[in-house]
């Protein structure tokens, strides 16, 4: 693995040039970023994926969509469709992507959902059709530098710091480490329940934050009940069960169960993977319940009955700050 790092690096420089050369041209006014009259919260990460962007957007709707008007907007990975679309609970996975359809079935009239690959344009047509929304998180559009959102939260696990890690395709960052002095908040996620004050201070000097900028550490709460089409059932009087997952970073799900002191089999597949025909017969052929992420229960919910497919909400928790999260986000809305 060694070797091949070395081998790998002249390319993970030639990359670096590129994206150097870009932030300078945002920088310098060659290429231009536009700002809107109205809260934009981008919540994104220097790596590719798994960072746990989507609960951390759950969170923040909980907390505030009862005191605004608030809309998401993503690319909506992977949809077959293209521009703009608001995205509706009876939607195709396929026509919106599986994160989107996952925050409007979760959220409903909660949540103004939408995608758009454009995100100046998302945003402006979000304004057109909802023009009493207060408030838009923009999910993953941290290297979107074509829109500039007040406020960047950027997003960082636990067990894999960006200082630690490096460019693509070296290491697993597709943006540079110094990207992240453009972000307001820092996240550390996934973080134990029982991280303590000095861990937190030890991870604190090691990011060298500016000032300016404010840390937080988040865990991930895993729901006690799981849930089907149209059933729920508690997650303790679940055993012997198939887990599938099409996730960036797994482990910590199989962790936190085997912790419960379940018995499953897990079929781990690629991140926003599109399940066949053929996997969906294997899946089905154990004659066993399966249990998913609720992303992945968006692209297998229309494969299978009631009761037979369940999936696991998950949601991030601040530790021990959680206030002082809310009312940093509060403060910056209510600034406009």
Sequence with gaps: MKHLRLLLFPFALIYGLIVFIRYQLYDLGVLTSTKFDLPLICVGNLSFGGTGKSPLIAAIVNQLSNEYNMASLS???????????????????????????????????????????????????????????????LDDAFQHRKINPGLSILLT?????????????????????????????????????????NEQELISKKLKLTTKQSLYFSTIKYSELIYSI?????????????????????????????????????????????????????????KKPILTTTKDFMRLKSNFDDKSLYHLPIQSQIIQKEKAFYDELRQFIDSF
């Design 157 to 197: 696990t636990y067990k894999d710091l960006y200082v630690d890690d490096e460019l693509l395709p070296v290491g697993n960052l597709r943006d540079a480490k110094y990207a992240a002095n453009r972000a307001e908040i820092v996240m550390v996620t996934k973080c134990p329940q029982n991280l303590s004050i």
């Design 230 to 286: 149209k059933s729920e059932l508690k997650l303790s009087d679940l055993n012997d069960f198939i887990l599938v997952t099409g996730i960036a970073n797994p482990k910590p799900l199989v962790q936190f169960l085997k912790s419960q002191g379940k018995k499953f089999k897990h079929h781990e597949f690629a991140d926003h993977h599109n399940f066949n025909l053929a996997e969906i017969n294997h899946l089905k052929s154990y």
């Design 75 to 137: 690319r909506g990975y992977k949809r077959s469709t293209r521009g703009f679309r608001l995205v509706e609970a009876s939607d195709d996975v396929s026509s919106v992507g599986d994160e989107p359809l996952q925050f409007k079935s979760t959220f409903n009239t909660q949540l103004t959902v939408a995608v758009c690959e454009n995100r100046v344009q998302g945003v402006l047509n979000l304004l057109k059709l909802k023009p009493k929304t207060e408030l838009v998180l």
